[in-house]
């Protein structure tokens, strides 16, 4: 499977449950959202930072354009599994929901997925990795002689 496909869908699952947590929470707890909701959104953030890190530490072959291409994707199906998850354990909600969850809703998952990640290709650029020749578990060659 691509890298962008499952980088797409996990973050895109991602995203919806914690939208339909959200939303589970505010019928609940209405008065308890503003933690909640930093919270979420630190989540969120951390986890296609921290994952963009790690494909530039790794040195992953066009992984720029595999998170654009992720996060394009990534909003429109978080906005249909949005919807659906909230029709099924929140408050029934209806397909007159999916319009708004897939222009503003999108455009909005695919942001907060793109910034991180272009920031933790950034921050995961400027790691150093220890050469492979400085590897404790690499044998090394013996001198001919």
């Known amino acids: 499977m691509a890298g962008w496909v499952t980088r797409a869908l996990v973050l895109a699952l991602l995203h919806a449950v914690a939208s339909v947590l959200r939303a589970k929470a505010a019928v ?37 354009r595999t998170w654009f ?29 999916l319009p708004d969850a897939l222009t503003g ?19 995961g650029d400027r790691i150093a990795r220890r050469p492979e020749a400085d590897l404790p578990d690499q044998p090394r060659a013996k001198p001919a002689g």
Request: hydrophobic share 60%.
């Open 28 to 64: 609940f707890r209405p008065t308890d959202l503003d933690a909640l909701t930093i919270g979420i959104v630190a989540l969120l953030v951390g986890a296609a930072a921290l994952w963009a890190a790690l494909d530039a530490w790794r040195g992953t072959p066009d992984r720029g």
């Open 105 to 123: 809703g999108a455009a909005f998952t695919a942001l907060l997925i793109l910034i991180p990640a272009w920031l933790g290709l950034f921050a």
């Open 69 to 97: 291409i992720a996060a394009l994707v990534a909003g429109p199906v978080s906005g249909v599994l949005d919807v659906t998850g909230r029709a099924l354990f929140v408050d029934r909600t209806g397909l007159e929901a």
